[in-house]
């Protein structure tokens, strides 16, 4: 994981623990899963989107538009 041992995460985790406090943890843990579930959900909102348009968008009218440029 990114060049990190077991001890450097220890570490880590503990100044974490020593800044935020034991009653904080929980909060922050849940908003960084609440962030990334919804980084996930934009992504493939995304990609659908982008497929869509390739899908709606045809070869013969990519040509005509390049023709009436």
Do not use: H, Y
Not at 12 to 41: Q, T, Y
């Amino acid at each position: 994981m990114m060049g990190l041992g077991w001890f450097e995460l220890v570490v880590i985790f503990l100044i974490v623990l020593i800044v935020f406090g034991a009653g904080r943890l929980p909060e922050i843990g849940s908003g960084l899963g609440k962030g990334i579930m919804n980084f996930k959900k934009s992504l493939s909102e995304t990609e659908k989107a982008l497929k869509e348009g390739a899908a709606e968008t045809k070869p013969e009218d990519v040509k005509e538009k390049e023709k009436s440029s």
